[in-house]
């Protein structure tokens, strides 16, 4: 048995579960979430509560158990609070700016970037280099936000890139000249 899987998921005022036909459907005061669930486990709704319950003893049911509880507890702080990412651009001459549905990045190429920002989440650039990714489906953001990073990966002799907030980039010594 899953030790994640074995902790029940609080259900924070305001928020319904409806478990009909194998999808899980998660609604909050930010949005509405659904995730198919296979059929390797159950998931039932007991008062405030979400217990997730593997069908058998097998290797694939206790994987299932686990990821399919981390994927409703997402969905759950996903409706209420919502996710977040951000992006910090280090460069001269590296700019970020948000236009409409699109984001026009300037990463040093000799054309700009179009991102053309996904349906449910929401892009905000600042003049100081950070880029704010948020939504309330976590896969989405940190997809997008890790898309975004690998058009101008992150260098190690000048720090020049695009990195997470959190990300601590270690820094290389150059070349020095023969003395």
């Known amino acids: 048995m899953s030790k994640v899987g074995k902790l029940p998921i609080a259900v924070p005022a305001g928020v319904t ?20 669930i296979g059929n390797k486990v159950t998931v039932e709704v007991k008062g405030t509560e979400i217990v997730v319950n593997p069908v058998d003893n097998s ?33 001269v001459g590296y700019r970020a700016e948000v236009k409409g549905k699109e984001l026009v990045m300037n990463l040093g190429y000799s054309s700009d970037f179009v991102a053309i920002i996904p349906e449910g989440l929401t892009v905000t650039a600042d003049p100081s280099g950070k880029v704010t990714i ?3 489906d976590k896969q989405r953001v940190g997809e997008f ?7 101008r990966m992150p260098e190690p002799y000048k720090g020049k890139g695009i990195r997470y907030d959190n990300e601590v980039i270690r820094r290389k010594v150059g070349k020095t000249g023969v003395k």
Do not use: C, F, W
């Open 59 to 91: 290797k694939a049911a206790n994987a299932a158990h686990g990821l399919y509880r981390v994927l409703i507890n997402n969905m759950v702080v996903g409706v209420t609070s919502g996710y977040s990412k951000t992006l910090v651009i280090n460069g």
């Open 145 to 151: 936000s890790a898309q975004l990073r690998t058009l």
């Open 17 to 36: 579960i409806n478990v009909a036909d194998g999808v899980v459907t998660v609604k909050g005061p930010k949005g509405e979430l659904k995730q198919n």
């Open 134 to 136: 948020s939504g309330i």
